[in-house]
């Protein structure tokens, strides 16, 4: 039901928005990761951003994209923050890897309704989501203290949903207009996060981010939350913009990183071509 309203109403929006400009994504290289599973394979592309400078280690910005961005074109999730990294002054000077996975029409980052992300079955986009990130953090000069978690709308969901199920990975995590299940409040305790959400918003209520926050807060975290007051489902420009949370999040550093990304999901085999 979520995912029908968020999808209708959001390509309205998105294709609005998106109309206004056009930028060259070019230097974004593509690949993408085949989850080979018992129904067959199944491709999930991703998009990748690599820094100027590759001599030394650069952090990592995770972005999960919304509904209206579903799809295999490999390019409509790049709208909004990873093409900001090409043409927005505040962030376009900024020396790091952003990795923009794609989601499937028919699939979502998280699991919605009753169901707890804690004990749901991962979804497989969020599964192939996982491979491409050890696939890129074993490549790649990555700077591991510095990786960063952001998504909105259902990137906000799939946000809440990744940084629940490994917390030990992330600097920061910076989830917009999405909601989680509060019940993982504890796993969330230490893990800096700054949440945005317009007080507006009429497809996802802003209550599923204060139940969050509230329970994290509960647990006692202090994850910071910014309520934008008049605004409805868009408020990733906010937050993405040069007041927003950015300056913030490259700010973090994980005191403890894993030391091995490497394993991966029981029941499923994945490869990555580029």
Known sequence: ??????????????????????????????GETVLSTSNGNRSYPYSLLKPANRNTTAPLVIFLHGAGERGND??????????RFLDAPHLNTRD?????????RDDAWAPFGNRSPESAEQTMAMKAAIHTIRKILSEENIDTSRIYLTGLSMGGYGSWDLAARHPDWFAAVVPICGGGDPQTAPKLVELPIWAFHGDKDQIVPESASSVMVSAIRKEGGRPAYTVLPGVGHGSWPYA??????????????????????????????AKTEP
């Open 74 to 83: 490999n390019q409509r999730q790049l709208t909004y923050l990873p093409e």
């Open 240 to 269: 993405y913009g040069p007041r927003g949370a950015m300056d913030w999040m490259f700010s973090q550093r994980n005191p403890d990183p894993p030391s091995d990304f490497k394993n991966t999901a029981v029941g499923t085999e």
């Open 96 to 104: 790091c890897f952003v990795l923009a996975p794609q989601c499937p």
């Open 1 to 30: 039901m979520y995912l029908k309203l968020l999808s209708s109403a959001l390509l309205t929006i998105l294709t609005m928005s998106s109309s206004t400009h056009a930028t060259d994504t070019s230097r974004y290289e593509h």
